[in-house]
Nanobody, 115 residues
Framework: QVHLVESGGGLVQPGGSLRLSCTASGSIFSIYAMHWYRQAPGKQRELVATITSGDTTYYADSAKGRFTISKDIAENTVYLQMNSLKPEDTAVYFC?????????WGQGTQVTVSS
């Protein structure tokens, strides 16, 4: 069992930045891919960014050039640095760990972009 705890969400003005953190209960990054998803009210959950166990990264088009996913193996933490935030980035952001058919979700952290 893997437990994931997200933090770092909050209220930010358009154009601002936030850094989300997801801390895992164990040293899993060498075998699990880590993902950030988001879900806005009334919308489906969507993939924002991925970092594989081999450090390959992937970004949704909406995140390219603005968001950066990274991980700190010593801290068992994956980050999502979000810059140039827009109102449409408002959502609950979830962390997910996956390995084949096995996956685990965090509880989510709210990000609100508003003036």
């Amino acid at each position: 069992q893997v437990h994931l705890v997200e933090s770092g969400g909050g209220l930010v003005q358009p154009g601002g930045s936030l850094r989300l953190s997801c801390t895992a209960s164990g040293s899993i990054f060498s075998i699990y891919a880590m993902h950030w998803y988001r879900q806005a009210p009334g919308k489906q959950r969507e993939l924002v960014a991925t970092i594989t166990s081999g450090d390959t990264t992937y970004y949704a088009d909406s995140a390219k050039g603005r968001f950066t996913i990274s991980k700190d193996i010593a801290e068992n933490t994956v980050y999502l640095q979000m810059n140039s935030l827009k109102p449409e980035d408002t959502a609950v952001y979830f962390c997910k760990a996956s390995r084949g058919a096995r996956f685990y979700w965090g509880q989510g952290t709210q990000v609100t972009v508003s003036s």
